[in-house]
């Protein structure tokens, strides 16, 4: 009974290698093959003189062991050696000097053979899937996948593929106001594959740029089939996002198509990214047209271009200055990301205004360079820029205490109050 259960033991470690995904019938095979070899070796030193073969279709295998016949006195290895008398009683007609070859019941090599070569098994087999799952991700990357929430916790969740692989989306990859639970589903780009000391980790992201361009991929046709090309991106994941997109055909307009008809292909995208705002525009080479298009919605007046130090200065009209900088900084901020170029923005003032303004750089001795620099970064680099901006504004856009801005506007007041 004993050794039945142990053949059973050995039939179902068969049935249960035979069905796993992602290894090619040779490998397996092979793995197999050298699984019973390496417990032969255990046993005997060496498996040079046994045959194995294997077949994985029917769940079964046969061993077959070479041994040289000599004198019958002369046998010092039973297990490379015969005695002449016991090859003769397989066959008569054995002489010294030639190969017995004999067919080998694994299970008389007794239960720690067996459970040695379970071991084995295992332990080759789980190597096998994680160079699988290793190489099966990293052609992967750069390519969305949707996955089932199995475990959320504090700094990253844990998802499973169709064919139940962990994969990880950290909190740094997530959206601010992402929030799933536990059997859910997700949909994230792998970002990358880690592979410390063999063990294959997939990272998943929902903030890359890459995840908003294959988004793009999905739901513009135009953008799939290569006639629209995204050129550059620009994202505060879960804020706003700026994509720039150009046509190699000019029947088709790339903004009109990305955004689809009453927004219709766009609002998918948005929904995904949590209402991220998403501003489609026209790419160019020239980059004074590019800038002026990634700082939309503000209209800007003149720009002066500093190409070797990638810096431009832009002037607006005031009532478009605030527009420029968007809510909290953002719009400016992913204009320069998208463009590649520093971008400053100065408010435009008529010539009667400006011969009797002052730079705010005059007042150095008086306001702090840090103060001085936090205001022009709104646009505003006069005193009077500053006297006529709301004072609201200059706490909250420049991010300064509220009696930071009252001494300034004091200081500046008090120099047109002399004259």
Known sequence: ???????VNLVETFSEFKDLKNIDRTTMVS???ESFRSVIAKMFGTDDNYDVIVNPD?????????????ADDEVTNPNSQIALSEAQKIDESYEIGEDVTDKVDFLQFGRRAILNLRQTLASKILELQKDSLYAKYSEMVGTIITAEVYQVWKKEILLLDEEGNELLLPKTEQIPSDFYRK?????????RVENKNNNPKIILSRTSPLFLQRLFELEVPEIADGLITIKKIARIPGERAKIAVESYDDRIDPVGACVGVKGSRIHGIVRELRNENIDVINYTTNTSLF???AISPAKISSIRLDEEKRKAEVYLKPEEVSLAIGKNGM??????????????VFRELDQAYEEDDIYLDEF?????????????KLGIDTAKGVLNAPR???????DLEENTVDDVIRILKAEFEDD
Do not use: P
């Not at 992913?334 to 971008?343: D, G």
């Not at 609201?392 to 420049?398: G, R, S, T, V, W």
């Open 1 to 7: 009974m004993a050794k039945k259960a142990e053949a």
């Open 31 to 33: 793995v197999l093959e």
């Open 58 to 70: 029917k769940g079964d295998f046969e061993i077959y062991r070479n041994r040289e016949v000599v």
């Open 183 to 191: 059997g859910e589903t997700a949909k994230a780009v792998v970002a």
């Open 291 to 293: 800038i002026q298009r």
């Open 331 to 344: 719009n400016i901020k992913l204009a320069s990301m998208l463009t590649e170029y520093t971008i400053d």
């Open 364 to 376: 150095k001795d008086e306001i702090d360079e840090w103060v001085i620099d936090a205001i022009k």
């Open 392 to 398: 609201e504004m200059l706490i909250e856009k420049a």
